[in-house]
């Protein structure tokens, strides 16, 4: 009787443990999986925001079965360079969500939950705004905790003159942001008011992304970095 217990619990034995690995190997998807995941990610992120030196995407590691619904826990994404529609390019953008919904037919994201980015507007991408208003040529602008400055040449009247800006960056709606200068002097002396309000130059996220929402604005060494959240309701 002893020898059948022990022949038949050797025979249980492997039977689980196959049992076991047959389970973990349904439970996990396999690694190409996940490649094909980020790759479809990053083709919608770059659709969307536009073109990139690169963009790197992180993804949690989930179940085939989620997987296949369009269910992805965490996605993250940062790119670096982002050349927007409008012409400004963004240095860094980093995306972050939980509880993903993807719309495998559509490529579209339906859901998310705790879904944010960050953006850094740099220093070349604010001398290109103020650049597009016409009125300040050649700007050359520093960033700093402490505020914004700007230097280039006013071309309107018979002689060029130089300016001088100082001012900082402020959330003007959930979607847009601009330069708002303080105090400006044009070849020395104090510019007029009607001058600061014309080198105030906005970019509106509403044509870069609609449903990003910017929260806030915070300046560091060289750029200056928005955060906000992503309405879903917006994405089309």
């Not at 022990?6 to 490649?35: E, H, I, Q, V």
């Not at 230097?151 to 003007?172: E, F, I, K, Q, S």
């Amino acid at each position: 009787m002893k020898t059948r217990m022990r022949k038949s619990a050797r025979l249980r034995l492997p039977a689980l443990l196959l049992a076991g690995a047959a389970l973990a190997l349904t439970a996990c998807a396999p690694p190409g999986t996940y490649s094909k995941v980020r790759g479809t990610i990053r083709k919608v992120v770059e659709r969307d925001l536009g073109p990139a030196d690169k963009y790197e995407v992180t993804t949690s590691r989930d179940s085939l079965s989620d997987l296949n619904a369009g269910r992805i826990a965490r996605v993250e994404v940062h790119g670096v360079n982002v050349r927007t529609r409008l012409g400004v390019t963004l240095d860094d953008v980093w995306l972050s969500a939980r509880d993903v919904k993807v719309n495998r037919k559509t490529s579209r994201v339906e859901s998310a939950r705790e879904a944010s980015f960050r953006a850094a507007l740099g220093e070349q991408a604010i001398a290109s705004m103020l650049e597009k208003t016409g009125i300040i040529t050649e700007p050359i602008v520093s960033i700093s905790p402490s505020g914004v400055s700007v230097r280039g040449r006013v071309t309107r009247g018979p002689v060029p003159l130089n300016v001088a800006a100082t001012g900082g960056v402020r959330v003007v709606s959930p979607t847009q942001v601009e330069f708002v200068p303080k105090s400006a002097t044009v070849g020395g002396m104090p510019a007029p008011g009607a001058l600061l309000s014309q080198i105030s130059p906005a970019l509106d996220f509403s044509r870069i992304y609609e449903p990003l929402m910017i929260q806030g604005v915070a300046l560091e060494d060289g750029k200056a970095i928005l955060q906000g959240t992503i309405d879903w309701s917006k994405i089309k």
